[in-house]
């Protein structure tokens, strides 16, 4: 298995945390002066299945004046890994990135959070200061899977959703590091498929892929428990590990649009998203409806979450009640638009945190 040393790029460095909830593993570009202030200083979250090292290109791009950390969540890369109680929703993550600001001497910064790293930095927000939100692919503020338009639950035990929906090989190829394409549900075939759009290539697709392999299989971390269901599939969410913290009976973040103060936000997203979408191919009822797991009770009963349409709800309310709102949707672009368009992104970064340099 490819360790996280052999895993950084040239001009990133690697070094563990110890905070008092945990130890934390962060990446940071060497040459960042630790004394840059908080209006200068960008805190990278990445999402589930991932870990800090996905944004080593990015944070390599950026000028030299601006500080850039990456965190590897709690059971992800090289930070500890242990159980997350889902029945807090994402905030034992939030709480986590919190205490590692904290020990860094950082009372505020802007966050950037990709996918379930969307969901954390939201959460953080909701409990912590913050100067701008970038959210990249992000997880709905009302969660994973289960939901009508407007949030409401379609069962009372989150049918489909949560750590019964993860799939038992491809848990056992992250177990084992598989590195190879051989089979669909291989860390780097789900990678090519889901990951990014069509077309994708880069010279550093290993490195991601061993980001993929670090994430922590232990009892309360991936994927998480389940409980049985009277409900189509026949599993509701559990109480423990990555997968239920995002569903919606533990997760709801929409309440970020009451915020007194409220960080400006930019919202970038691809049009070719697989798993954060309106026909997520994660969403176990939009499977149902197309055929592939048999027995779908149909749209009234289990409908397909909308998940762009419910984050561009939310956004809409927030701009409403005040908030600075901007929406980049790039068309051909899949779950990964720092990987795909870097250099659009990094703009849209550096515009988002008022960067005149």
Not at 149 to 163: E, I, M, N, Q, V
Not at 311 to 317: D, E, G, P, W
Not at 325 to 335: K, N, P, R, Y
Request: some cysteine.
């Amino acid at each position: 298995m490819t360790s996280i040393q052999d895993s950084l790029l040239d001009g990133i460095t690697a070094r563990v945390v110890d905070t008092p909830r945990l130890r934390v593993n962060i990446l940071e570009r060497a040459a960042d002066d630790a004394a840059t202030p908080p209006e200068r200083t960008v805190v990278f979250v990445h999402g589930n299945v991932s870990s800090a090292l996905f944004w080593q290109e990015i944070m390599l791009g950026l000028p030299d004046d601006v500080r850039a950390i990456a965190i590897d969540l709690r059971g992800f890369g090289a930070t500890e890994a242990l159980p997350v109680d889902a029945t807090r929703g994402l905030s034992d993550f939030s709480d986590d990135v919190h205490a590692t600001l904290q020990v860094l001497g950082l009372a505020t910064a802007h966050l950037v959070g990709w996918s379930m790293g969307g969901g954390v930095v939201m959460q953080y927000a909701l409990d912590h200061p913050v100067l701008s939100l970038t959210l990249q692919a992000p997880v709905s503020p009302y969660g994973f899977g289960g939901t009508r338009p407007d949030g409401t639950r379609l069962t009372d035990d989150d049918a489909g959703c949560g750590g019964g929906g993860g799939n038992p090989d491809f848990i056992e190829r992250l177990r084992s590091g598989d590195m190879s394409a051989e089979a669909p549900t291989s860390p780097r075939s789900v990678f090519r498929a889901s990951y990014v759009a069509p077309g994708y290539t880069s010279d550093h697709e290993d490195i991601w892929v061993a980001s993929m392999n670090t994430t922590s299989t232990a009892e309360g971390s991936y994927p998480g428990d389940s409980v049985a269901s009277a409900n189509w599939p026949g599993f509701g969410a559990g109480d423990s590990g990555v997968l239920n913290t995002m569903a919606p009976k533990h997760f709801d973040v929409s309440r970020i649009v009451d915020l007194d103060d409220k960080p400006p936000i930019l919202w970038v997203h691809g049009t070719e998203d697989a798993i954060v979408s309106d026909a997520s191919f994660f969403d176990l009822n939009h499977l149902g409806a197309v055929g592939a797991i048999p027995g779908w009770p149909g749209a009234e009963i289990a409908p397909a979450q909308q998940m762009v349409t419910q984050t561009r709800n939310v956004l809409s309310a927030y701009s409403a009640a005040g908030g600075d709102v901007t929406e980049a949707s790039w068309e051909g672009v899949g779950h990964s638009p720092h990987l795909e368009r870097p250099e659009e992104f990094r703009a849209a970064l550096l515009e988002q945190i008022g960067y005149g340099g």
